[in-house]
């Protein structure tokens, strides 16, 4: 069962991307003036498969025993005065009982990798080691810039999403490093408590080392947050999600275009739905509330998750910490990079079982103790002052497209930040402290999960627009009136899905630190090729 899961595109493009077609005319993708120039060649290229290209056969996990596995939990790691040591290296983990061990790639040995835990107002410091192999097990499109054949083929650097950082230890894309070296970075944490996570994030091949397995969440304590008496400790879970292509062999099958010369595929869905690296795992649960701090690591896909029986959620937080107060939600939808924090209480659920699906499928179940348990937990009416940024505050007004062009058979091909790529002149240059409005003005099909490092925002609100309006003068005309953000998506964001056909607003204070620093999709295949840009803050 595969393809599926997703609304934003009904089907797996990767099954059929690049087989059968030959050369032919070009077709615009939105707006043919506005196109760029491919070096060396034109834009219209459609890749014809190799003749001998064969896709492995892939497991189908629906022929697999659900539930056998107990969730895992990665090893936890406090920061404080020690430097904490985390090694990239190669691992094998079983995925499921009765599958044989999967290459993986990992921080520390595990995909997720430890769990790091940090406080509020205590810098932290990691000593990132790369303990790669010499050659990637992933394939690699040597024509996505910054992965030209000349590069070593094995690179890495950690970004730690949702800090706030100098730039020198935000894990910048240029800034890898190759197997037998180290970089330190220094986390300030001068931030309010949050599930933040890190992954790799290497110019042209961060989408294989994630899907390769490296990423783990960092989750920053404070002071106001502990006193509020949530589920904790055994009662607070984190769920990693991330999809995965398994061959029956149960290794990680990366789709490819079928053209070796360029592999790249505009965005990977797996059918294998993996929690905390686990395939269908079950979680004991005793009948009281837990927490469960929820990421979605996935490269493109976003999950819709539900409660079999139709209970909802009691969502607290996003991507930058908690809601100002719980909003009960019947299903979460979380793009790839987004985090949700939520409360089950289980406590009318003794001797039952139930499942978290994301739409109609099984991801994991629940198994709810008998008897009775004391729950001293709380989840307060109130969580905490969030707010709302008035858009008088903002100084300046960026308008940035989002662009896609395809290939002469509707195949995407390139993705595009206001029209430009990651390497031209840096063109977003906000002052230290100021604060702006960007308006993402989306004139593709899909959505777009668009993460900015080192700052926090909000979302001001999502509005449809005449596309052909702005193509052909540049204006905006609104065709529908503002939709002020859910209330799950009302707090303190760093990542926005900016929807088709609409512009998407959201406010920005560019505190913390001057320097260079990227923005970009988290849809990993449109970030690699090359929905990337750089932005600077200037000093005041
Ligand atoms: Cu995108």
Redesign the pocket.
Known sequence: MVGMLSSRRQFLKWSTFGLGAGLCTRLPAHDMTSMPKMGGGELCKHLVADKNHVVPRLLDPDQLTPFVDALPRAPVLHAGEKTLRIAMREAEQRLHRDLPPTRVWTYGGSTPGPIIEAKSGNAARIAWHNDLPSKHFLPIDHRIHGAEADRPEVRAVVHLHGASVPTASDGYPDDWYVPGQSRLHTYPNKQEAAALWYHDHAMGINRLNIYAGMFGFYLLRDEHELSLGLPAREQEIPLVLSDRLLTTDAQLYYPVSGNSEAPWVPEVFGNAMLVNGALLPYLDVQPRRYRFRVLNASNARFFNLKLRDGRPFLQIGSDQGLLASPVTQPNLFIAPGERVDVVIDFASLAGQQIELINDVLPIMQFRIGSGRVKDTSAVPAVLRDVPRMPESAATKQRMLT?D?YQDCVAEPML?LLDGKRWHEPVTERPVLGSTEIWSLINL?D?????HLHMVKFQILDRRRFDQGAWMDTKTVLHTGPAQLPAAGEAGWKDVVQ?WPGMITRIIVRFDGYAGRYAW????L???ANE?MRPFEVVPA
Do not use: F, Q, R
Request: glycine share 0%; hydrophobic share 35%; charged share 15%.
């Open positions: 989002l896609s993705m593709t899909d959505s777009h999960p668009i900016a970009h999709c988290h849809l295949e449109h970030e929905m």
